[in-house]
């Protein structure tokens, strides 16, 4: 009796030791613990992502790629395979659980010696302690902080809260933080579409995710799924028979979709740079924006492709710069050329070797799949050799004159007819051997361009970009030459200075002298005679003609008359250039700016001279889906929760843009760009057979090639030209170059579509007049063209036509030299000479 009473009052005194230890450490540990109460307002780093104007996803921002699932929107058996996996008793215990930590230390004692990880007995209270409060330090004293503060947080908040944090928060392998975005990632599908193996492959990671990597440790992967599906079984989650059904399937993932909308990775890019200047970089890689952008994807691809197009083609005109590698043995080619890294740019094509170059008709090749195929020899005319960035070579006339045996290749398939030969003569009528379609297996030979260029489209009336593309390849570069690029833009500045003349009260008939021109600036500088492309002079001439044939004297003329200040004044409020320097050669196009701003400025000119702001963001939502951006502000009565039914009024929506010129003047010069395209220097564009405006654009020395061009709806800009600025050859024009591009993207963008024509606005007279010469039409005059006209400024027959002339033959006369000859009997304003950095050469703008 008395030994049993000792043993009592031993083990009373452990026990009272015991708890005196733990609240001593519970005492130690308590004072430097983290505030658990934030996860009443905690909101994990969620993904932001921006969609096209089509509601397609276009690309996603994160630091951790995470889709927040509110705990009323989780599939109820995803979070039974959870608790079953990691904490059987969630919903029991009060954040430890001792039932657990028992069963655990017995498995650990069983297994001790057997190679086998110690079972742990943390709760998914336990881990949401661990993982959004503490470290991953494996101690005693974390372990214990974690108990803590697992107990405080229960007593905080609800279990469906202390759930919803766990499974939005854990990080699941493969790029997954939360069940949402792993269901993604591992099975591309959303939460509500897994099977009872996906989830239960879901709940077996949380462990250890890279020890159960369904690629590289697939057995083990296998097995900790099927033990997960026996334990939901166990825990009367799914039936005995939908769990031996589930352990019997394959373990099969399929990689997430790529985003939708391709080709859109320099406007993602602007659309990310936008939001950073809005919202910062914690706001859009933690915040979870949803983002609609501008953009439209049809638009989008087309006009890649036909940048891309316009790029090759202007390449391709200027000859073959040779093989990318030789490869010298040819033992297992396909392994080594798999093994080769394939360019930066070359998306789509493939790298090939040369097998056989002796045949008449073709080289053969084999690919880096093993599969062999053919260069036909058509395919081969254009690649003749190319020096200091034009064809210097001879005709191709035989394929070995391409590429030699071993050479490295860039190819893509091909089918159809052949490719045409320009240096063949058409093949007769009776020649059946040209209407032969391309046989299987056969390749185009490829290049990759040195040169670059930059694209725009957009909506004139609301300033959304709906097409954008920076350059041939963000893989090559990812500078924007769309947004980036300062560039000047050649004759394509024209217009603004013809407006500006427009707007001082001079009209399309209005005659200028296109005659010799010279200035000299004084200070030593060379004496500037600014020259038309076809160096020739033409005499008088309406301002009609002066744009659709892109005369440069005339320009000059025109705007020495009407002042360089008052140039810069209007271009200045366009916002082409802010600070433009008013020297006489910006009348040509030697400032700089951007396709965007140039595309913008002729947006306006499209609207009727109304200001537009260019977007490539229409809304931005927060994570809660609250609107907190929106590009079009305006009041709209009417416009929402409305049940739209046949014949209702569509709602008024007041129009509150900024008036930057005026309509009428503004019409005028619309209907002279028309004339470029029927015409001038766009006459290509005819054949679209659409009501079309714009003006090509060529500066100095062929630098650079643009052409601005719209229909009543819809802009798109684009130039061509080298990075580091050179002579893109003495043919290349805006009219060679870029038209055609712009061509290809009004083709798709306006089939099946009315032929619009371009809005006229009150306070015009439409007169019948001779373009050439800028009179009266005479019946029967084919050529006549209805002209528009302020009232009162029509063509006088009774009254002789003015004619400015203005020549200069110095710094006196520009500045206003009371002797200096001025059209219509006005004073010749002051231009301030130019600075040398703003001479030009004699080449003409074009």
Same mark, same amino acid.
């Given at each position: 009796?008395?030994?049993?009473?000792?043993?009592?009052?031993?083990?009373?005194?452990?026990?009272?030791?015991? +708890?005196?230890?733990?609240?001593?450490?519970?005492?130690?540990?308590?004072?430097?613990?983290?505030?658990?109460?934030?996860?009443?307002?905690?909101?994990?780093?969620?993904?932001?992502?921006?969609?096209?104007?089509?509601?397609?996803?276009?690309?996603?921002?994160?630091?951790?790629?995470?889709?927040?699932?509110?705990?009323?929107?989780?599939?109820?058996?995803?979070?039974?395979?959870?608790?079953?996996?990691?904490?059987?008793?969630?919903? +029991?215990?009060?954040?430890?659980?001792?039932?657990?930590?028992?069963?655990?230390?017995?498995?650990?004692?069983?297994?001790?010696?057997?190679?086998?990880?110690?079972?742990?007995?943390?709760?998914?209270?336990?881990?949401?302690?661990?993982?959004?409060?503490?470290?991953?330090?494996?101690?005693?004293?974390?372990?214990?902080?974690?108990?803590?503060?697992?107990?405080?947080?229960?007593?905080?908040?609800?279990?469906?809260?202390?759930?919803?944090?766990?499974?939005?928060?854990?990080?699941?392998?493969?790029?997954?933080?939360?069940?949402?975005?792993?269901?993604?990632?591992?099975?591309?599908?959303?939460?509500?579409?897994?099977?009872?193996?996906?989830?239960?492959?879901?709940?077996?990671?949380?462990?250890?995710?890279?020890?159960?990597?369904?690629?590289?440790?697939?057995?083990?992967?296998?097995?900790?799924?099927?033990?997960?599906?026996?334990?939901?079984?166990?825990?009367?989650?799914?039936?005995?028979?939908?769990?031996?059904?589930?352990?019997?399937?394959?373990?099969?993932?399929?990689?997430?979709?790529?985003?939708?909308?391709?080709?859109?990775?320099?406007?993602?890019?602007?659309?990310?740079?936008?939001?950073?200047?809005?919202?910062?970089?914690?706001?859009?890689?933690?915040?979870?924006?949803?983002?609609?952008?501008?953009?439209?994807?049809?638009?989008?691809?087309?006009?890649?492709?036909?940048?891309?197009?316009?790029?090759?083609?202007?390449?391709?005109?200027?000859?073959?710069?040779?093989?990318?590698?030789?490869?010298?043995?040819?033992?297992?080619?396909?392994?080594?050329?798999?093994?080769?890294?394939?360019?930066?740019?070359?998306?789509?094509?493939?790298?090939?070797?040369?097998?056989?170059?002796?045949?008449?008709?073709?080289?053969?090749?084999?690919?880096?799949?093993?599969?062999?195929?053919?260069?036909?020899?058509?395919?081969?005319?254009?690649?003749?050799?190319?020096?200091?960035?034009?064809?210097?070579?001879?005709?191709?006339?035989?394929?070995?004159?391409?590429?030699?045996?071993?050479?490295?290749?860039?190819?893509?398939?091909?089918?159809?007819?052949?490719?045409?030969?320009?240096?063949?003569?058409?093949?007769?009528?009776?020649?059946?051997?040209?209407?032969?379609?391309?046989?299987?297996?056969?390749?185009?030979?490829?290049?990759?361009?040195?040169?670059?260029?930059?694209?725009?489209?957009?909506?004139?009336?609301?300033?959304?970009?709906?097409?954008?593309?920076?350059?041939?390849?963000?893989?090559?570069?990812?500078?924007?030459?769309?947004?980036?690029?300062?560039?000047?833009?050649?004759?394509?500045?024209?217009?603004?200075?013809?407006?500006?003349?427009?707007?001082?009260?001079?009209?399309?008939?209005?005659?200028?002298?296109?005659?010799?021109?010279?200035?000299?600036?004084?200070?030593?500088?060379?004496?500037?005679?600014?020259?038309?492309?076809?160096?020739?002079?033409?005499?008088?001439?309406?301002?009609?003609?002066?744009?659709?044939?892109?005369?440069?004297?005339?320009?000059?003329?025109?705007?020495?008359?009407?002042?360089?200040?008052?140039?810069?004044?209007?271009?200045?409020?366009?916002?082409?250039?802010?600070?433009?320097?008013?020297?006489?050669?910006?009348?040509?196009?030697?400032?700089?700016?951007?396709?965007?701003?140039?595309?913008?400025?002729?947006?306006?000119?499209?609207?009727?001279?109304?200001?537009?702001?260019?977007?490539?963001?229409?809304?931005?939502?927060?994570?809660?889906?609250?609107?907190?951006?929106?590009?079009?502000?305006?009041?709209?009565?009417?416009?929402?929760?409305?049940?739209?039914?046949?014949?209702?009024?569509?709602?008024?929506?007041?129009?509150?843009?900024?008036?930057?010129?005026?309509?009428?003047?503004?019409?005028?010069?619309?209907?002279?760009?028309?004339?470029?395209?029927?015409?001038?220097?766009?006459?290509?564009?005819?054949?679209?057979?659409?009501?079309?405006?714009?003006?090509?654009?060529?500066?100095?020395?062929?630098?650079?090639?643009?052409?601005?061009?719209?229909?009543?709806?819809?802009?798109?800009?684009?130039?061509?030209?080298?990075?580091?600025?050179?002579?893109?050859?003495?043919?290349?024009?805006?009219?060679?170059?870029?038209?055609?591009?712009?061509?290809?993207?009004?083709?798709?963008?306006?089939?099946?579509?009315?032929?619009?024509?371009?809005?006229?606005?009150?306070?015009?007279?439409?007169?019948?007049?001779?373009?050439?010469?800028?009179?009266?039409?005479?019946?029967?005059?084919?050529?006549?063209?209805?002209?528009?006209?302020?009232?009162?400024?029509?063509?006088?027959?009774?009254?002789?036509?003015?004619?400015?002339?203005?020549?200069?033959?110095?710094?006196?006369?520009?500045?206003?030299?009371?002797?200096?000859?001025?059209?219509?009997?006005?004073?010749?304003?002051?231009?301030? +000479?130019?600075?040398?950095?703003?001479?030009?050469?004699?080449?003409?703008?074009?």
């Amino acid at each position: 009796m008395r030994l049993l009473l000792s043993l009592l009052m031993a083990f009373v005194m452990l026990a009272l030791a015991g +708890a005196g230890g733990l609240v001593f450490l519970f005492e130690h540990y308590d004072h430097d613990l983290p505030d658990y109460t934030k996860l009443a307002n905690y909101e994990p780093p969620v993904t932001t992502r921006i969609y096209a104007g089509d509601g397609r996803l276009m690309a996603e921002f994160a630091s951790e790629r995470r889709i927040f699932v509110p705990i009323d929107s989780m599939p109820r058996q995803v979070m039974n395979a959870f608790m079953a996996a990691e904490d059987k008793n969630f919903y +029991a215990h009060q954040g430890v659980d001792p039932i657990g930590i028992l069963r655990a230390i017995l498995t650990n004692i069983e297994n001790f010696g057997r190679e086998r990880r110690p079972v742990g007995a943390s709760t998914i209270t336990q881990q949401v302690a661990k993982n959004m409060l503490l470290t991953n330090e494996v101690s005693f004293a974390r372990k214990i902080k974690e108990a803590i503060l697992a107990i405080r947080i229960e007593r905080t908040f609800t279990k469906d809260r202390i759930l919803e944090l766990y499974l939005n928060e854990i990080f699941l392998g493969n790029r997954s933080y939360g069940v949402a975005a792993a269901a993604l990632n591992y099975f591309n599908k959303a939460l509500d579409e897994l099977s009872i193996e996906e989830v239960a492959f879901l709940a077996a990671l949380p462990k250890a995710p890279s020890n159960y990597n369904p690629d590289r440790q697939h057995d083990a992967a296998v097995a900790r799924r099927n033990w997960v599906i026996g334990r939901m079984a166990e825990d009367g989650y799914i039936t005995p028979d939908e769990a031996k059904a589930a352990q019997g399937r394959p373990l099969v993932t399929r990689k997430r979709d790529e985003q939708e909308v391709v080709t859109a990775e320099y406007f993602s890019e602007e659309v990310r740079r936008e939001l950073v200047k809005l919202y910062g970089d914690q706001a859009l890689y933690e915040g979870g924006l949803s983002v609609r952008a501008s953009m439209n994807p049809v638009l989008q691809v087309t006009a890649t492709k036909a940048l891309r197009d316009g790029l090759i083609a202007y390449d391709r005109r200027h000859g073959w710069r040779g093989p990318i590698a030789k490869m010298e043995n040819f033992d297992n080619w396909p392994k080594k050329l798999a093994a080769m890294p394939p360019p930066a740019g070359s998306e789509g094509w493939k790298l090939a070797v040369v097998l056989k170059d002796d045949q008449a008709d073709g080289l053969d090749i084999g690919v880096a799949d093993g599969t062999r195929g053919r260069i036909p020899l058509s395919e081969l005319r254009w690649a003749r050799a190319s020096k200091d960035g034009d064809v210097a070579g001879p005709a191709i006339r035989k394929p070995s004159d391409v590429a030699k045996l071993g050479d490295i290749l860039l190819v893509e398939p091909v089918s159809g007819p052949p490719a045409k030969d320009e240096d063949e003569k058409p093949a007769k009528k009776n020649d059946k051997s040209a209407a032969k379609e391309l046989p299987p297996g056969s390749y185009g030979l490829r290049q990759i361009p040195q040169v670059q260029g930059g694209l725009v489209a957009l909506d004139p009336h609301t300033g959304r970009v709906l097409a954008m593309v920076g350059g041939f390849s963000p893989a090559m570069s990812v500078f924007n030459r769309a947004t980036q690029a300062l560039r000047q833009p050649g004759s394509s500045f024209k217009p603004f200075v013809y407006l500006t003349a427009l707007n001082q009260g001079f009209t399309p008939s209005s005659l200028v002298m296109d005659a010799p021109f010279s200035f000299d600036p004084g200070g030593g500088q060379p004496v500037w005679r600014p020259e038309n492309y076809s160096h020739e002079f033409y005499g008088p001439t309406p301002l009609r003609v002066g744009i659709e044939k892109s005369r440069n004297v005339m320009t000059v003329r025109l705007a020495q008359q009407i002042g360089m200040d008052k140039v810069k004044a209007l271009v200045e409020k366009f916002g082409i250039v802010d600070n433009l320097q008013p020297y006489l050669p910006m009348a040509l196009g030697a400032g700089e700016t951007t396709v965007l701003r140039l595309a913008t400025a002729y947006a306006m000119l499209d609207n009727g001279g109304k200001r537009v702001v260019p977007t490539f963001i229409d809304r931005v939502q927060d994570r809660n889906g609250k609107t907190i951006f929106r590009h079009d502000n305006r009041a709209c009565e009417g416009c929402n929760n409305v049940a739209w039914k046949d014949g209702m009024a569509v709602p008024a929506v007041p129009d509150t843009r900024e008036q930057v010129n005026d309509p009428r003047t503004t019409y005028q010069i619309v209907s002279i760009l028309e004339g470029v395209v029927q015409r001038g220097t766009a006459a290509a564009l005819r054949s679209l057979g659409k009501p079309l405006a714009g003006k090509t654009g060529t500066t100095n020395d062929s630098h650079d090639a643009w052409f601005m061009g719209f229909s009543p709806d819809l802009v798109v800009g684009t130039y061509i030209g080298f990075d580091q600025p050179r002579s893109l050859g003495g043919h290349e024009t805006g009219g060679s170059a870029a038209v055609p591009v712009f061509k290809e993207v009004m083709q798709v963008a306006l089939k099946d579509k009315p032929a619009t024509p371009f809005r006229v606005p009150p306070g015009l007279r439409l007169v019948r007049v001779n373009p050439a010469n800028g009179q009266l039409a005479q019946p029967g005059d084919n050529r006549a063209i209805w002209e528009a006209f302020l009232p009162g400024t029509e063509p006088n027959p009774d009254q002789p036509q003015v004619v400015l002339d203005g020549s200069s033959q110095g710094a006196g006369a520009m500045l206003g030299d009371p002797n200096a000859t001025g059209g219509f009997g006005s004073q010749q304003p002051g231009v301030p +000479a130019p600075p040398a950095a703003a001479t030009l050469g004699t080449g003409g703008l074009y």
